[in-house]
């Protein structure tokens, strides 16, 4: 491969924001980018798998918050975010719940108090929970059905153990097993607004930033209490998992192993050897598995982590019946980083490419949203910049010796299902 000539590398930009405290302690972080007055509100809780009392709850929980108010059904309140051209996403990162606004500036006005009241007076409907179970057990038939679902399924699992938060598997019997009093009982330990963290991205004005801090700020919800559940037992050790599927039309291979958080020394080295094995489209993997033998369509490697923990995981879908040559070959790219020093030349692309990557946190006013609500969470403007710093100082001999260590055969499990 032929590599651009060195040039000098352009400065990141760094990332700055406003933290303030509301009245009821909730974080406000006012994002104030861009030139179109559309905006993202969204409000994150410490309230994922971690603090569950049962499997699923709360995803569950999560959904159930937009079924229904004490005065509103379900239909009510989304025709009423509809009417004023908003929507609303819920999304579940694992360790956090996240509830996102889209509005624009001059309607925010309108659906905030239909926020207040949805995130305030949750119903949680038995009806609404009767459809949501009978969708997650129609999901779960259908995706027990494809080998990339129960390949990587079964690699958490083997990774951190059923009985862990980041292992566990929901089964029809786990989802059939949550009900109303659980949805309400997770609600009111894990949707307290002092944990709760705000951020407010896009084009706005003072008066709506005034806006957003005032109301969402006299919000008082409950005086959560939980806390998480993170098994102290010793993870399983590394195994080799085969499993016949019936119809799988490809093979499904996830190969990796138990990391570390974001705050660990060696995070900011792996992240670049990450990104050299199979973090980007001209990475290793890529380039010999797909380029030059055609052994697959995609392949990649990531590198995983949450507010407990972490993975390392190399994943793709190939031909059954050249699956072993698959395996053989990402073996050699990883014992080829254990053996051989990687070349300026190569390394200088990777790191080029990181800092190109950096860039699109910049690109607009959500995108940067989403870095900060990441730094709020992992590290803060700290741990942004010994990124930063840490891509431009790694050294070959440094990746060199971490590939050694994090990536000997005996300790990367393996999960092939065809």
């Known amino acids: ?43 994150t809780f410490p309230a994922g798998r971690p603090f569950e009392d049962k499997i699923g709850l709360a995803s569950a929980t999560l959904q159930g ?57 949750p119903s949680f409907p038995e009806g609404e929970l009767r459809l949501y179970k009978r969708q997650q057990v129609e999901k779960l038939r259908s995706d027990m ?29 786990s989802i059939e097993e949550i009900h109303r009093e659980d949805l309400i009982s997770h609600y009111r330990s894990h949707y307290d607004m002092k944990r709760c963290k705000i951020f407010l991205s896009g084009q706005f004005s003072l008066q709506t930033r005034d806006l957003v801090a005032h109301v969402l700020g006299s919000v008082e919800l409950n005086e959560g209490h939980g806390r998480p559940h993170i098994p102290s037992r010793k993870l399983p050790l590394p195994s080799q998992n085969r499993i016949s599927l019936e119809y799988a039309v490809q093979s499904s291979i996830r190969m990796g192993r138990v990391l570390f958080r974001r705050n660990h020394p060696d995070y900011v080295k ?28 995609h392949i990649y490697s990531s590198l995983d982590t949450f507010l407990y ?26 014992e080829k980083l254990q053996t ?47 990124l930063v710093d840490g891509v431009e100082k790694v050294t070959p001999e440094e990746l060199r010796d971490l590939a050694i260590h994090y990536f000997q055969e005996k300790d990367l499990s393996l999960v092939q299902v065809s």
Not at 152 to 166: A, N, Q, S, V, W
């Open 1 to 43: 491969m032929r590599y651009l000539p060195a040039g000098n590398p352009f400065s990141v930009p760094q990332p700055k924001f406003e933290k303030l405290v509301l009245a009821n302690k909730a974080e406000f972080y006012p994002l104030n980018r861009g030139l179109v007055p559309a905006l993202k509100l969204e409000l």
């Open 65 to 121: 918050i937009k079924g229904g108010t004490l005065k509103r059904s379900a239909t009510r309140l989304a025709e009423g975010f509809d009417y004023w051209g908003s929507s609303l996403n819920f999304d579940f990162y694992i360790d956090t719940c996240g509830i996102k606004l889209f509005v624009l500036e001059k309607y925010l006005p309108r659906v905030l108090p239909l926020l207040v009241e949805m995130l305030s007076s």
């Open 145 to 173: 059905t494809r080998a990339d679902v129960v390949a990587y399924r079964k690699f958490t699992e083997i990774l951190f153990g059923p009985g862990h938060p980041y292992g566990y598997n929901s089964t029809v019997e």
């Open 270 to 297: 792996m992240f670049v050897l990450n990104t050299l094995l199979g973090g980007y489209y001209g990475s290793r993997l890529m380039q010999n598995l797909r380029e030059k033998k055609g052994l697959t369509y």
């Open 309 to 334: 923990g972490g993975y390392f995981l190399i994943s793709t879908e190939v031909d059954k019946e050249r699956s072993e040559l698959a395996l053989q070959a990402i073996r050699q790219e990883i």
């Open 340 to 386: 051989r020093l990687v070349g300026s030349g190569e390394l200088r692309m990777v790191k080029n490419y990181l800092r190109g990557s950096f860039l699109h946190y910049f690109e607009n006013a959500f995108a940067y949203g989403e870095l900060i609500r990441t730094l709020s969470l992992e590290g803060g403007l700290g741990a942004y910049q010994k």
